[in-house]
């Protein structure tokens, strides 16, 4: 039986139109012109036999049948896009698909990769960015974190062992700060959508934590931001402020304690078993470890 599909290029300009909210942005995009665009969702309405917009001023507003149709082709284009960038990323060679936060990305692995290059010279790493306030993994092998509450319990059973994480209260030198225990400081820096992280400090560290008011924000690199601003004290991962603490531009007066479940890769596809996979989570336990060693003899 062939398949009964609306035209393809037709719901190309649809979920564009629809993710931008304009037909002009959509045209853009797509490297199409507005009349283009246009007649590609008047022709998709047609074939569908219902409108699948409300005009909203200038732009336009999805209504419920557009809304369910825009999720169902919104999948369908992230399927597609992902396995035509497996397959590019095969044909290229072998690859392994990363995703991290942003700050780890920036702050350690980056600069580490010169390191796992050298060492695996034919292989590709592919980075993604995810956030704690949602799990964009774009198709990843492997997912580095640290906090894995938020992930489906399956995922959490499955998490590999990477090495330690060791979190800490880090301020300006001189900033009004007593250490106690308990921990007294004037403002508390938190990240919005790991705000339990103060928790498992207080807990790892048996040191309680007084403050007389908790200022938010959205990325790590922020809270650190803050931190060096003189707003407060924020609680970081020691790798992630090292060359801070090591220029005298910070300080950590608690010094850090180890989270009990450390650093970890979540295997997301059957790839973090390849060749490719099993030598990247070598080389960053490796690296890691003999990193946390360091620290440990200094």
Request: proline share 7%; net charge neutral; with cysteine.
């Amino acid at each position: 039986m062939p398949r009964r599909l609306p035209p393809l290029s037709a719901l190309r300009a649809f979920e564009a139109a629809a993710r931008l909210q304009s037909v002009t942005r959509a045209a853009a995009e797509l490297g199409r012109t507005h009349g283009a665009v246009s007649r590609q969702l008047r022709l998709l309405q047609e074939e569908a036999g219902v409108a699948l917009f409300d005009k909203a001023g200038t732009g336009l507003r999805l209504n419920p049948r557009g809304e369910a149709l825009r999720r169902q082709v919104a999948a369908g284009l992230d399927t597609l896009e992902q396995g035509w960038q497996q397959l590019l990323d095969e044909a290229r060679g072998p690859a392994i698909h990363v995703a991290c936060s942003a700050t780890f990305a920036m702050r350690w692995l980056v600069p580490h990769l010169p390191g796992f290059y050298r060492a695996h010279p034919g292989l590709r790493l592919r980075l993604s960015m995810t956030s704690a306030r949602e799990l964009r993994h774009e198709g990843a092998d492997l997912v580095i974190a640290w906090d894995r509450s938020s992930y489906p319990p399956a995922d959490q059973a499955r998490a590999i062992p990477l090495g330690p994480a060791a979190f800490g209260p880090v301020c300006l030198p001189g900033h009004a700060v007593d250490p106690g225990p308990p921990l007294r400081v004037a403002t508390r820096i938190a990240h919005e959508f790991t705000s339990r992280a103060w928790d498992a400090w207080q807990e790892a560290s048996g040191i309680a934590v007084e403050a007389g008011q908790e200022l938010r924000f959205p990325h790590s690199h922020l809270c650190l931001e803050a931190a060096l601003a003189g707003l407060g004290v924020a609680l970081m991962e020691q790798r992630l402020v090292s060359e801070e603490i090591a220029q005298g531009r910070l300080i950590a007066p608690c010094g850090f304690a180890a989270f009990p479940d450390g650093l970890a890769a979540v295997p997301l596809s059957d790839r973090a078993e390849s060749a490719a996979g099993l030598a990247f989570l070598a080389w960053i336990t490796e690296e890691l470890g003999r990193k946390a060693s360091r620290r440990l003899g200094e």
